[in-house]
């Protein structure tokens, strides 16, 4: 297996990196309640707490 004979210098580390950004975040609308939102995040309607379609915790479960 061929090694380099010497490490890449930080300039050229920096300009290989320089292309890779995060990417926009993706969206999805609730299909229950038609709320815009993160994937994979819960969400809060009103006073509940939803992921994936189905109330997680409401505020009276919360105190």
Not at 50 to 62: D, I, L, N, Q
């Amino acid at each position: 297996m061929p090694n380099p004979k010497r490490r890449f210098s930080k300039t050229r580390t920096a300009k290989r990196r320089t292309n890779q950004s995060a990417g926009t975040p993706t969206l999805t609308t609730c299909p229950t309640t038609g709320e815009t939102h993160l994937r994979h995040r819960a969400i809060m309607v009103g006073d509940d707490l939803m992921y994936r379609g189905k109330v997680v915790r409401t505020k009276a479960e919360a105190e």
